[in-house]
């Protein structure tokens, strides 16, 4: 199932939209003018063998001592591209929704997110994204909410 069709399944409110290639989700907020703070990153990480999608605005950085204990976990640590490339088949690397539950993975997303009404995120490859509302992306990603991210 691609990302358009679980969004339609979903019954939630987006737009799909074609961009300039964009590696970073910090070089969406720049393509599309809008702050890094309203930008989903996903970062992958394994935490004690389990994968789990942690969705984080594109102006910050997972914090790994925080997650470990937000998750209770002994050990987390980032995907390596193999397992992203295993996880998300198909995705371009780099480019993945951050939407877990697609691919049977747990997404937490940092409370920080809960600052802006409207997200936007890749949409599976470099040069297109998809804009929502926050209500929507949650209603999409099911996520847990955490505290685990850092301003850059």
């Known amino acids: 199932m691609n990302l358009q069709s679980y969004l339609d399944q979903m019954g939630v ?13 910090q070089d969406l907020a720049a ?26 605005p594109a102006s910050h950085r997972v914090d790994l001592d925080e997650l470990r204990g937000q998750l209770q976990a002994g ?12 996880l998300f088949g ?3 690397l780099g480019a993945e929704p951050p939407v877990g539950r697609m ?3 747990t997404t937490l997303m ?6 802006d009404e409207r997200v936007m995120f890749q949409a599976g490859t470099h040069d ?25």
């Not at 989903?40 to 942690?54: L, N, T």
């Open 90 to 92: 198909d995705c371009e």
């Open 75 to 86: 050990e987390v640590r980032l995907a390596d591209e193999v397992k992203l490339r295993e």
């Open 31 to 56: 393509i599309e003018h809008v702050p890094g703070r309203t930008v989903i990153k996903p970062v992958v990480v394994e935490a004690d063998g389990e994968f789990v999608m942690c969705a984080l």
């Open 103 to 105: 691919y049977g993975l």
């Open 13 to 25: 409110c987006y737009r799909i939209c074609r961009h300039g290639t964009a590696y970073t989700a």
């Open 128 to 152: 297109c994204a998809v804009t929502m509302t926050l209500a929507d992306y949650r209603r999409a990603a099911q996520p847990e909410v955490a505290h685990f991210a850092r301003h850059l």
């Open 110 to 115: 940092d409370e920080s997110l809960m600052a």
